[in-house]
């Protein structure tokens, strides 16, 4: 059976941070562009106070490696294109940012709702049909046999 799980919004060590220190400033631009691999993981590290929820939150969603730095790449091209934190985002921001995340737009939107940046109420509003949301987050074959299972008991209700 498929289940929600408990948003963990009050809890003060999940929520993003509203401002960036001017190393923070500086580090988006080094972490998203082509080029140096040592750079880009001394970006990272700067950075390692956000990035870190992001992983906290992808994992507690049971989203994949690949996915997680999907999101990843999403917020930090965002900070940097909107000098903004991403704790300080609005929800109509956190679904532009769901936006240019391709594919991955539906973990970017899971990973925001979790983390409280976008209340559950406002999915729909990210252009998410529930159901896509919940295949991607619970995987295809368990989401699938969820469906049969309440199609088989509609038909034995009648």
Do not use: K
């Amino acid at each position: 059976m498929l289940t929600a799980q408990q948003l963990p919004v009050s809890a003060a060590e999940h929520q993003l941070p509203t401002e960036l220190t001017s190393a923070e400033w500086r580090a988006p631009a080094v972490a998203v562009a082509p080029g140096g691999r040592h750079a880009r993981s001394a970006a990272r590290e700067a950075l390692s106070d956000v990035l870190d929820r992001l992983v906290l939150a992808g994992d507690a969603l049971r989203l994949d490696e690949r996915s997680i730095r999907w999101v990843q790449r999403a917020v930090l091209r965002s900070v940097h294109e909107r000098h903004t934190a991403c704790g300080s985002w609005s929800p109509e921001d956190s679904i532009a940012v769901a936006q240019t995340a391709r594919i991955f737009r539906g973990n970017v939107i899971a990973v925001a709702c979790w983390l409280g940046q976008l209340p559950t109420e406002q999915i729909r509003s990210a252009g998410i049909r529930p159901t896509d949301l919940a295949r991607r987050l619970f995987g295809r074959l368990q989401f699938e046999g969820e469906v049969e299972r309440i199609r088989a008991h509609l038909r034995g209700v009648g």
